[in-house]
């Protein structure tokens, strides 16, 4: 479950908005209980790309294992 303010992984791509699976992004508002969380996707230096209301089912909390990767951000025609 996630925590408003946590990061969230994106577990899915969203092509439309430029965002791809394993991006990382901050919980900005939990809706219900739990049943949709909106999401905050920004460079490194905090320019926001997208801000996406998601699914659980989109997105997965940070795991201890995970490895940090980088990737230059594409914007969408």
Do not use: C
Not at 43 to 51: F, N, P, S
């Amino acid at each position: 479950m996630l925590e408003l303010f946590k990061e969230a992984v994106l577990i899915v791509d969203i092509p439309e908005k430029g965002l791809q699976k394993g991006d990382v992004g901050v919980v900005i508002e939990v809706y219900g209980d739990h049943e949709a969380y909106e999401v905050e996707f920004m460079t490194k230096h905090g320019r926001t790309i997208a801000v996406e209301t998601l699914a659980p089912s989109q997105i997965r909390a940070i795991d201890n294992d995970d490895i940090w990767h980088v990737r230059e951000y594409n914007k969408v025609a």
